[in-house]
């Protein structure tokens, strides 16, 4: 941090910097970082003494961590903030208004395919590399513990149903009843913790996350973003898009990057696994699960 460099001009290139500097950090500044990635929505809209009141330090740090970001002051890193923030999609209700106002809506769903089919499509190179380390944490772990909430329920789910036909340990954190902080304590040291979320994230998949680095879980993150809120401190992040031309984000990548995960997982566990999968269809069927 004590380097003089070009101060980051864009919100993801300053989170980039923030992840890539943070161990070398004072503490006081790790926490003020820690706060900027989580929270980036509060930055343009909130004080400065609020904010460093929220996150737990003095406003004389956050201005004594923008100069040594390489800005003049406090004003020049919410700019990055404020820009970001002018630069986001609009919320689902103005781009529901124009799906309705479409006169084509044929079109527009033969966009919006087009558009999944090319999240699918960059898959493969967006997580060549971070695949096999994925696979590898997940062979290897003695626990394994999922969670995803709201719209990025299903993509989590699938990953939980498809890997305990195989692997009946599995379980999944589910936060009904409001029992999520109850679910959380049996997290331990040297168990793998599968989280999936995408932009707006919610405030459960940031808390599953914080109680998983907490509790020394390693955190392998299926996101939208390197910079996403669950993939600071993670193990492993695989990378996909949700971008389509719609009043929402799309799953359909999500979907697909869960069962090729699965597909390797299944790969590499070998003969172990096709013996367990051979005991879940064998149950499934004796109980009458399939329609006959």
Same mark, same amino acid.
């Given at each position: 941090?004590?380097? +003089?460099?070009?101060?980051?001009?864009?919100?993801?290139?300053? %989170?980039?910097?923030?992840?890539?500097?943070?161990?070398?950090?004072?503490?006081?500044?790790?926490?003020?970082?820690?706060?900027?990635?989580? &929270?980036?929505?509060?930055?343009?809209?909130?004080?400065?003494?609020?904010?460093?009141?929220?996150?737990?330090?003095?406003?004389?740090?956050?201005?004594?961590?923008?100069?040594?970001?390489?800005?003049?002051?406090?004003?020049?890193? +919410?700019?990055?903030?404020?820009?970001?923030?002018?630069?986001?999609?609009?919320?689902?209700?103005?781009?529901?208004?124009?799906?309705?106002?479409?006169?084509?809506?044929?079109?527009?769903?033969?966009?919006?395919?087009?558009?999944?089919?090319?999240?699918?499509?960059?898959?493969?190179?967006?997580?060549?590399?971070?695949?096999?380390?994925?696979?590898?944490?997940?062979?290897?772990? +003695?626990?394994?513990?999922?969670? =995803?909430?709201?719209?990025?329920?299903?993509?989590?789910?699938?990953?939980?149903?498809?890997?305990?036909?195989?692997?009946?340990?599995?379980?999944?954190?589910?936060?009904?009843?409001?029992?999520?902080?109850?679910?959380?304590?049996?997290?331990?040291?040297?168990?793998?913790?599968?989280?999936?979320?995408?932009?707006?994230? /919610?405030?459960?998949?940031?808390?599953?996350?914080?109680?998983?680095?907490?509790? =020394?879980?390693?955190?392998?993150?299926?996101?939208?973003?390197?910079?996403?809120?669950?993939?600071?401190?993670?193990?492993?992040?695989? %990378?996909?898009?949700?971008?389509?031309?719609?009043?929402?984000?799309?799953?359909?990548?999500? %979907?697909?990057?869960?069962?090729?995960?699965?597909?390797?997982?299944?790969?590499?566990?070998?003969?172990?696994?096709? /013996?367990?999968?051979?005991?879940?269809?064998?149950?499934? &069927?004796?109980?009458?699960?399939?329609?006959?």
């Amino acid at each position: 941090m004590s380097k +003089k460099h070009r101060a980051p001009q864009t919100l993801e290139a300053l %989170i980039q910097h923030l992840q890539s500097t943070y161990a070398e950090m004072p503490t006081q500044f790790q926490i003020s970082a820690r706060y900027l990635i989580d &929270h980036p929505g509060d930055i343009p809209i909130a004080s400065m003494r609020t904010i460093a009141a929220q996150a737990g330090v003095q406003p004389a740090t956050l201005v004594r961590l923008a100069q040594a970001l390489g800005y003049s002051g406090w004003s020049g890193l +919410k700019d990055v903030f404020v820009q970001s923030l002018r630069q986001m999609p609009s919320a689902y209700t103005e781009q529901a208004k124009a799906v309705v106002r479409s006169r084509n809506p044929l079109a527009m769903f033969s966009q919006a395919t087009q558009a999944q089919a090319r999240n699918v499509a960059n898959l493969p190179e967006l997580n060549a590399e971070a695949i096999p380390v994925a696979v590898d944490l997940l062979v290897k772990a +003695k626990r394994v513990y999922v969670a =995803g909430f709201r719209a990025s329920h299903a993509p989590a789910f699938t990953f939980y149903y498809l890997y305990r036909l195989f692997r009946p340990s599995v379980a999944m954190l589910r936060s009904e009843a409001g029992t999520l902080e109850m679910e959380l304590r049996a997290l331990q040291a040297g168990d793998v913790v599968v989280l999936t979320a995408f932009a707006p994230y /919610s405030h459960e998949i940031v808390r599953v996350y914080e109680a998983a680095i907490e509790s =020394g879980c390693k955190v392998i993150a299926l996101c939208d973003s390197k910079v996403a809120p669950i993939a600071l401190e993670s193990e492993c992040n695989l %990378i996909f898009g949700t971008d389509v031309p719609s009043f929402f984000p799309s799953s359909a990548a999500a %979907i697909a990057l869960v069962e090729g995960l699965i597909e390797q997982i299944l790969a590499r566990t070998g003969k172990k696994a096709l /013996s367990g999968l051979q005991s879940a269809e064998n149950q499934l &069927h004796q109980t009458g699960a399939y329609w006959k």
